[in-house]
């Protein structure tokens, strides 16, 4: 059983940056790809990035390709998302997920694990 827990989270104001943080505690954290998702108010649950097991290969929906950066620490057992240049679109709860692919795209019926959330509210 692997626990995730999100912290981060918080109100920032659109062009602005968040950075959250994925501690992983129970299991082989570095036998896992990493990959956050979100959700917003009525719709459904979208990826957002993923990271191999290595953390050599990164994965990025278009909406935030060029914004956002995912990253781990194997020593940590933590997962990172950078997010810059925020926009009101962002505005979410960030999920972070633990998959035993290797590589690629997670869905969401790939992920063996879920964190609890973190909001992220954008302002204008």
């Known amino acids: 059983q692997v626990l995730l827990v999100e912290t981060g989270g918080g109100l920032v104001q659109a062009g602005g940056s968040l950075r959250l943080s994925c501690a992983a505690s129970g299991g082989a954290f570095s036998r896992y790809s990493m990959a956050w998702f979100r959700q917003a108010p009525a719709k459904e649950r979208e990826f957002v990035a993923a990271?191999?097991?290595?953390?050599?290969?990164?994965w990025y929906a278009d909406s935030v390709k060029g914004r956002f950066i995912i990253s781990r620490n194997n020593i940590k057992n933590t997962s990172y998302l950078q997010m810059d240049s925020l926009k009101i679109e962002d505005t979410a709860v960030y999920y972070c997920?633990?998959?035993?692919?290797?590589?690629?795209?997670?869905?969401?019926?790939?992920?063996?694990?879920w964190g609890q959330g973190t909001q992220v509210t954008v302002s204008s």
């Open positions: 990271i191999n097991r290595s953390g050599l290969s990164t």
């Open positions: 997920a633990a998959a035993r692919v290797d590589g690629g795209v997670v869905v969401t019926g790939a992920v063996d694990y």
